[in-house]
């Protein structure tokens, strides 16, 4: 064995070998000789390491490995295009988005619609918007049983409404104000510049008002009054929502750093002072007109707006959580502030006309946060008294309404009265957040342009001590009026866009000349 082994390493003549010396070999033989002498001498370089299993071989052979091809030049601008018409198809899907739901649904060029009331009850509307404050937080007793907004309660159980006011995502500020001052639900297209500017103008209360005073956010008060001559308003720095600063202290702590003042802030600021802030512009504004004959006047004449804008529940709530003591203790701080109001205007005017409504642009989910369409965001508070506001309607168990769930747009009641709540007698009425603006029917003047909401009948006395209100009826007629007008234009408007796809232009332009001039209801609408 030994033997053999050493012939077959060491003899290169042995009877196999074709190299053997003295006998024929034939050219084939030759060439691969040649051919493996050439392989010895320069060996190819081993094969990468396969993962895997081996390829199977056939007949002891080794199968050709396969090859790794680059791609052709055909195959790469295909690909190319793949990437492009994925882009563009993408792209057309985003921009269709766009351009179906973020166009603007406002409607131009309507008539106001004044109710014609022979006297109306109301010279003057106090809105108090508490920013962020959701309804459960405000009409909920603490911990100890005693209830956060004690003077408010009191209104809802001797002078007037009370109720929950729904409104719609997204809850942000400016689309909650939108709906509370100008009667509609956001133009969408708003989105596009991030809810701070109007895209498009519209019209609100504070436009048909003889004279609006406001104060409160840069954010908010600008957007209806930055435009409007007849209005006086102010608003705080930026810089006080950031920092929600006390007084001589924290004023000094500014100064030291962004960073650090921010960390503090998130520790102790209480933003509750921004309500104070908005009372005292206010307070301040009503004592100067005692030495100012000018602003005295502009005080005493009708359909007079005031509107104090209340951010400290929202950016306490953001900072702190709607649990926390702070914001709960804001709840407080925008009670105290509205029964000041009160106070201040019944002092003031000595005439009993003045209404008055206390609501939230949007509540406070529990993480702090709103813009969603959870009950936390869309459930505000809503109390309204003062002239023209119904009193206080006591049920007796089988007057109780319905407490079943319904559409936010077919609701009175979303969810059942909690039992903590303590207001189960005296009736309830919930509204649609753009209907909470109706209320400037009391004053006598008609509603915005682009109002959509309705008149709520359980909520506004019109004319009060008579049998046949006429003057209820004439407001309940307006509004009706109102609406029609906006769906009338918009039809008329769709009909002659339609025309001038079908590149009808004769009639499309007869029609727009006939909208222009107000001539159009009769040939367009035959049957009204
Ligand atoms: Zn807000
Ligand atoms: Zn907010």
């Known amino acids: 064995m030994r033997q053999r082994v050493r012939l077959r390493n060491s003899d290169p003549c042995s009877s196999h070998s074709p190299a053997c010396p003295g006998r024929p070999v034939s050219p084939s033989v030759q060439r691969r000789l040649r051919a493996r002498r050439l392989r010895l001498q320069n060996p190819d370089p081993p094969p990468p390491p396969r993962l895997g299993r081996p390829l199977p071989t056939m007949a002891g052979r080794p199968r050709p490995q396969p090859q ?23 792209a057309v899907y985003m921009l269709s988005i766009f351009d179906i739901y973020f166009k603007s649904p406002i409607v131009h060029g309507m008539a106001p619609v004044p109710p014609r009331l022979s006297a109306p009850p109301a010279k003057r509307l106090v809105l108090l918007v508490a920013d962020g404050l959701r309804a459960d937080k405000f009409y909920e007793p603490d911990g100890r049983g005693r209830y956060r907004a004690p003077f408010l309660r009191g209104v809802i159980q001797e002078k007037g409404r009370w109720g929950v006011s729904h409104a719609r995502p997204p809850t942000e500020s400016r689309p909650g104000h939108v709906s509370i001052i100008a009667g509609f639900y956001e133009d969408p297209s708003a989105v596009t510049k991030g809810w701070k500017a109007n895209p498009v103008e519209f019209d609100s209360v504070f436009n048909q008002s003889r004279h609006t005073i406001s104060f409160g956010s840069p954010d908010i008060v600008p957007i209806f009054c930055s435009s409007l001559p007849h209005s006086t308003w102010g608003t705080y720095p930026h810089e006080y929502e950031d920092f929600a600063t006390g007084p001589l202290i924290l004023q000094f702590i500014f100064f030291l750093g962004h960073v650090f003042f921010t960390l503090l802030e998130a520790l102790i600021a209480d933003a509750s002072f921004l309500d104070h802030w908005s009372f005292d512009q206010f307070q301040g504004l009503l004592n100067r007109s005692f030495d100012d004959v000018k602003l005295r006047q502009l005080l005493l004449q009708d359909k007079l707006v005031i509107f104090l804008h209340l951010l400290g529940c929202d950016t306490n709530g953001h900072a702190h959580r709607p649990y926390s003591d702070i914001y709960l203790n804001n709840v407080k701080v925008v009670d105290q502030i509205a029964e000041s109001v009160y106070n201040l205007m019944e002092s003031y005017f000595k005439d009993n006309q003045t209404a008055y409504v206390f609501t939230a642009d949007h509540g406070m989910s529990d993480k702090g946060s709103h813009g969603d369409g959870h009950p936390s965001n869309t459930d505000t508070p809503l109390v309204v008294w003062g002239a023209g506001v119904r009193s206080p309607k006591f049920l007796t168990y089988t007057e109780k309404p319905d407490d079943g769930f319904r559409f936010v747009d077919d609701h ?77 234009r918009k039809s008329v408007l769709n009909q002659i866009e339609d025309l001038i796809s079908a590149k009808d232009y004769e009639t499309a332009l007869k029609h727009s000349e006939e909208l222009r001039d107000g001539s159009c209801w009769s040939s367009l609408f035959p049957n009204i």
């Not at 091809?69 to 793949?82: G, I, K, Q, Y």
């Not at 207001?423 to 342009?449: I, K």
């Not at 003057?471 to 007629?477: N, P, W």
């Open 68 to 90: 790794q091809h680059s791609p052709s030049a055909s195959t790469r601008r295909r690909e190319r295009w793949l990437v492009v018409l994925g882009v563009a198809l993408h």
């Open 412 to 488: 009175k009641h979303d969810t059942p009265t909690p039992q903590d709540w303590a207001l189960e007698g005296f009736e309830r009425v919930d509204v649609n957040q753009a209907d909470s603006s109706s209320n400037v029917y009391t004053c006598g003047f008609a509603m915005p342009d682009e109002f959509c909401g309705e008149l709520t009948y359980s909520l506004f006395e019109i004319k009060q001590g008579q049998t046949v209100a006429a003057d209820e009826v004439e407001a309940v007629l307006a509004n009706t009026k109102q609406i029609l007008n906006q769906f009338l």
